[in-house]
């Protein structure tokens, strides 16, 4: 919404949502153009937005303008990227899925355990201060999860004066 403030010389602040036509238009010139960074005009069609099943490829761009900056994603199915693959004559890199598989096998992920969970009314939530304490419960299968996605759960217990999570058979289960 900024981008097209800018475009079209305006001073006047808008509340974010308040796309007008106009907006939408320049955002879909935009778009074409940078489509065409990618593949031939012909190779294109504008739809609303709906979620690809598959592989696929999501390319989020940032288009700045002035002080202002815009985002643009453009995501590519497998049957666009195999076109691609196709017109451009590309031939695989043989040791792209070597160096790639090693690459991910050394890839750093976070773990996160949710060791407890406490419903409080907002009310007590706001009186919240330093130094208070709130009685918890552990889980009994606390989730593992790597940002929304959950792996498996585990129990909490102690070994040699540490907290431990053992893991539950559903982790076997989930591979």
């Known amino acids: 919404m900024r981008l097209s403030d800018q475009f079209y010389g305006t001073t006047v602040e808008r509340s974010v949502g308040d796309l007008t036509n106009s907006d939408l238009r320049l955002l879909q010139r935009i778009a074409k153009c940078a489509s065409q960074w990618i593949a031939p005009d012909h190779a294109w069609s504008h739809n ?26 453009i995501t590519l199915d497998s049957a666009l990227i195999q076109t691609l693959i196709d ?49 918890i419960d552990l889980l009994n299968n606390a989730p593992v999860t790597i940002g929304k996605q959950t792996l498996f759960t585990g129990r909490v217990a102690e070994q040699e004066g540490q907290l431990v999570l053992i893991l539950n058979d559903d982790k076997e289960n989930n591979r």
Do not use: W
């Open 48 to 73: 609303e937005f709906e979620v690809i099943q598959g592989t696929g490829i999501c390319a989020i761009l940032s288009i700045q303008a002035r002080h202002q900056q815009a985002l643009l994603t």
């Open 87 to 135: 017109e451009l004559e590309l031939t695989p890199n043989p040791h792209m899925a070597s160096d790639f598989n090693h690459a991910l096998h050394k890839t750093p992920v976070r773990l996160n355990v949710q060791l407890s969970k406490t419903v409080l009314p907002l009310t007590q939530v706001l009186k919240l201060k330093a130094n208070d304490i709130l009685p």
